[in-house]
């Protein structure tokens, strides 16, 4: 059965600190992965990462995909308040379908 | 550019009746998804519409889930009659491109369906 990974389930971090978010992956016709930020109750788009884009960075958010080993992690430098929200992972295979992991819930303090 | 549209925000029902969720997506989207997230867990997939027809309904609870997208516009999926394990928030996504590589999908604010 497909089945996406996230972990930690929870973090809580101090402004200023460095994060770094997991994923793992069994999903079969893998076609890419993807990383969205959930704040409230819709998700937005962060990242995807394909076998022709392992690896993706905007600002202080970088993601890196590892096909060897079915993985992926998000990357979060000097986190702010602003960034507290659900991460999740999913995995795109087939024609457009997504299978979301249970999100990462992170926390930032002041 | 206008995202996608859902209505309502919130519904409260009692379990055996039965209530419809309505999503526009972004203009020129042929393609619509309705998920539906439990507290806790991520969003699943329930039905995935490539203009007014089917793509995967593989997911979706045909006893009591339904999905039509007529015009190939705007989306409704109803429950009836609903359960108390119903009770999450459905999301609607749509997004322009279909098939690989695979084209960013864009939510809206999603519906919280409460069933007592």
């Known amino acids: 059965e497909d089945k996406v990974v996230q972990s930690p ?21 893998f076609r890419s992965l993807l990383w969205y930020k959930q704040e409230k109750k819709a998700p937005t788009f962060l990242f995807m990462l394909t076998s022709s884009g392992i690896e993706k960075k905007s600002g202080r958010l970088s993601s890196i995909l590892d096909k060897k080993e079915l993985s992926s992690i998000l990357n979060i430098t000097a986190t702010q308040t602003g960034d507290s929200a659900i991460y999740l992972c999913a995995g795109g295979y087939n024609n457009n379908d997504m299978r979301f992991g249970a999100g990462t819930r992170l926390t930032v303090k002041p | 550019e206008a995202g996608v549209a859902q209505s309502p925000r919130y519904k409260i029902i009692e379990k055996r009746q039965s209530v419809a969720f309505w999503c526009n ?28 027809g089917v793509v995967d309904d593989s997911q979706l609870p045909k006893d009591r889930f339904s999905a039509e997208r007529l015009k190939g516009v705007d989306s409704t999926l109803k429950i009836q009659p609903a359960k108390l394990e119903d009770s999450a928030v459905y999301l609607c996504a749509s997004s322009f491109l279909t098939g690989y590589p695979r084209g960013e999908q864009f939510f809206g604010p999603g519906t919280r369906l409460t069933v007592l």
């Open chain 1, 9 to 29: 389930l929870s973090l809580v971090v101090h402004e200023g600190d460095t994060v770094t978010l997991n994923c793992s992956y069994e999903v079969t016709n």
């Open chain 2, 25 to 52: 997506p972004i203009s020129g989207h042929a393609t619509l998804y309705w998920y539906q997230q439990i507290l806790g867990q991520g969003p699943k997939l329930l039905i995935q519409f490539q203009n007014n």
